[in-house]
């Protein structure tokens, strides 16, 4: 049975307002057995700016369809509109969806209990204090908020038999200047200062304070001062407030339970109420501990987070490779995080976003992944659909600089926590620096001279696409039927895309190009077909026997520099008439094989013992004249002859033997077309004690016998040796 999937959309998931809902969230999920997947902004400014809210394109890659509900917590935003699309999308999933304090038509919605909250307020400073010449500071009159928090004050004075004095009521924006205007009120004689007044959030109730306390007004002497919410800043102000604490956690816990059934999580009983010094009761200690504790690993982490070192060290990066080296060596400034991924878009260093396929870099503890992991777009991230032992907590930010969007960060949790304050500055760091690195490589690209000319490619010197089109329809109209064109198609599976400095893709590149070259002496037409593609056109007759020749060419150019892990190559071939069409069928199959030997890779990559295995294949294609036996191998794995057998043919679907065969075939047909070496030499330097037993082993491999082969595919060759036996 697949763990259920939870999807939350909020923003500010650093805000402790929304880090409490988004524990209980998590909390109640665990004990479901469900992922949650939470997608926030980082920011979430009030402007309506481009620039500025440009992160909110984090929301269109939550994909509905991949998750078993949705709670979206309203209240974070600023504005709904923005999630508009967001709620179309899981109408049309139909999946089970719930809004947290926010009305949405069509959606389940669930609210604080704000109003019992306030009652409870106004009852502690009725019967505890005994005060009863109370006024109430509330948010704006157009809000429903508002009224819903006055009535439960005006509840607990009419439990009391006490009038509520609607002059008392006042109005303001929920922020903490509606209560430094109410001070100014209060100081000047405008109006009569009241008992105590009631501020239905803490941020007025802030306002108040400190407006107070400035003009010499001693709370609470002369008045007492309450907020509500407990947004956690009591520490900055004076005198210590005394608020009551919303229940957020107990949402997130009611949101989870409300997905899935129609019950409701059992409420924890603690004592909200949160003690300070703009009353009698005085501060608790404990409560108070608590805070300093909370502020003081806050300041740690911001300490800790502004060290200079990580952004000059992420800033000279030359490669992706280097980068996400740096990246995990200060994995520790994620406090208690258990893993963190960039999810780059393929072309992250191209001039624009494409958005079809990503590179998950993982970036832990431990050591980096050797390669990016490949996705598309439609999998959103690998590691959500992995199977695992326990569920987990995976917050999804977005990673843009200003308006280019180069993907998305994902951090994990294996227990219900988030993340706090200081990553908005480390997600910040790395995208600038991204940035950075990405400006570098297009410097390098330009000076590297990779431009397509009007006929020629300025790296390689082959035709171009549109001109190759334009000789392939010449030359099938003057011959048809009696040509052959061959595609090589490069796969790269790391971060080789021209980047600064180590930038062996194009090195490879152009050692493929030079093996092509050196294999083409039968007037073979040559194009470089896109970044990563090769196409040559040649004779039909003759072309077979070249074809091998430049497999065994590129094979010798690459093998002992670079390993499947960088590059694999794919061969397709297209015989007949010659044309436009068969270009772009021989160029989509050239595609599809390479993606299978993608998918071939991965699957290798997944057995226990591949990268061991790896490392004999690389040796043995680099020097198959010193291949190791199977019994020396097998002692080497402390495996059984029979095992390592299965094992190497299971993880390259090839036998031992066979392989040592071929690279030993592939290293004689470099000899034969590049030397002047006699059949016995190459016979030896291949590995081979017996040239009887090597030539009939060629033979069964290619067809022909290894003279046939020098003969048919070196003329240029037979002629210099003529040459230098008559000088």
Sequence with gaps: MSRKKIAVITARADDNEQKAILVGIAEAAFRKNA????????YNHWMVDEILNFENVIYDFFRPELFDGVIVTAEAFMDLTVLDTVFER???????AVIIDGEVEGFCCIRTDDEADLEQLAEHLISIHGLTDIAILTGSPDNQVSHRRVLGCRKAFEKHGIPLDESKIYFGDFWSDSGEQLAKRYISGELPMPQAVICTNDHMAYGLCDALTAAGI????????????????????????????????QMGMNAVYRLFSAEEAEEAKQDRLICGNTCTCGVKSSQLN??????????????????????????????????????????????DVSGMYLCLDREWNSAGYAGEEFLCCAIGKDDVSEAPVRFEKNILFPELMAERSKPMVYYFSPLCFQTRLFGYTVLAYEYPQGYDFSFRDWNKTVANTLEFLRMKNDIHYLKQCQRISTLYDSLTGFYNLHEFRQIVESVG???????????V?????????????E??????ISAVAQAIKQSCKNKEICCRAGEDMFLILGRAETEDLFAKKRKAMIHHALCGRYDENQVLIAYEFYRGRADGLAVDRLCEQARQTAKELWDELLQRKELPHYKVLLEIRSSVQASPHNAP??????????????????????????????DCINARILLAEYLLCTTAMSIYAIAMRCGYTDEKYFARQFRQCIGCSPVQYRQETHADLRTKEKTAKIL
């Design 503 to 508: 930038n062996y893709r194009s090195d490879i």
């Design 629 to 658: 036996s199977i019994e020396e191998l097998s002692r080497r794995l402390c495996v059984s002859d029979g095992y390592f057998r299965a094992i190497y043919k299971k993880c390259f679907g090839i036998s031992y033997v066979q």
């Design 90 to 96: 899981i109408k049309a999933a139909g999946i089970p």
């Design 218 to 249: 001693e709370i609470p002497d002369k008045i007492t001062v309450t907020g509500y919410d407990h947004i956690g800043e009591r520490l900055y102000h004076y005198p210590i407030l005394t608020t009551y604490q919303r229940n957020r956690w």
């Design 477 to 487: 109209t003057e011959r048809p039927g009696n040509c052959i064109i061959q595609a």
């Design 35 to 42: 992922d949650v997947a939470v997608f926030s902004n980082i």
């Design 290 to 335: 608590e805070e300093i504790r909370a502020v003081r690993v806050g300041q740690y982490h911001n300490v800790m987070n502004s060290v200079a070192q990580f952004a000059s060290r992420l800033t000279l990066c030359r490669t992706l490779a280097e980068y996400t080296a740096v990246l995990g060596e200060f994995f520790y400034l994620l406090h």
């Design 489 to 501: 198609k490069m796969n790269f599976f790391s971060d080789g895309e021209y980047l600064y400095g």
